[in-house]
């Protein structure tokens, strides 16, 4: 698998080829991201070790990723979602697979704090968020048809939100900025 370091972006408005916007500190795959309107952030990955990396750019200009800080161990295949105020990352592998939940107040720049727990450890799982609620569905090995949810300004562990329909392995997903999933 590449591992690379590059960062693109698309104008949403418009339609087009991406355009290189800079490059992460550190070239790695299965990395996974988050963002407020103001940064972007990356968390962990592989390279071809796990990484606990955490980098951040400015969103309105372009340029090379900075080093934000740390997870609490080595993880890849996490999910993410975001507030505009805290990102958070959910599960992984580490190297097995993980239940932790923790956070970044996305402003600022530091090391990971606890959130709480996942119900089950899962890898890749699918993160969607509005302002107040993160919700995470599906996940792999074995592939799952939880979701469960967290208050983002809150702490505290997943809780139930339902099921999907079937298990899937690698779900996708995305809000929009009502918040709908």
């Known amino acids: 698998m590449a591992r690379v370091n590059i960062i693109e972006y698309v104008t949403i408005a418009s339609v087009g080829n991406t355009t290189d916007f800079g490059n992460l500190t550190l070239a790695r795959g299965q990395v ?8 972007g952030l990356f968390f962990g990955g592989d390279s071809p070790d796990v990484s606990d990396v955490i980098d951040y750019i400015t969103i309105a200009s372009t340029g090379d990723a900075a080093d934000f800080g740390n997870m609490s161990v080595a ?13 958070v990352i959910l599960g992984g592998n580490a190297p097995s697979l993980s239940d932790i939940i923790e956070y970044v107040t996305i402003a600022s720049t ?36 939880v979701m469960e949810y967290i ?9 139930d939100f339902g099921d999907l ?3 899937v392995a690698i779900p996708s997903g995305f809000s929009d900025a009502g918040g709908h999933l």
Do not use: W, Y
């Not at 996974?32 to 940064?39: D, K, L």
């Not at 993880?75 to 990102?87: D, E, I, W, Y």
């Not at 090391?111 to 968020?129: E, H, I, K, N, P």
């Open 165 to 167: 329909q079937e298990a």
């Open 151 to 159: 208050t983002i300004a809150s702490t505290g562990d997943g809780a």
């Open 75 to 87: 993880k890849h295949f996490c999910s993410s979602l975001s507030s505009s105020t805290r990102a």
């Open 110 to 145: 530091g090391d990971v704090t606890d959130f709480g727990d996942l119900a089950d450890a899962r890898r890749q799982m699918s993160g969607v968020s509005n302002k107040i609620r993160g919700v995470t569905a599906g996940g792999g090995d074995p592939a799952t048809d």
């Open 32 to 39: 996974t991201a988050t963002a407020s309107s103001t940064r």
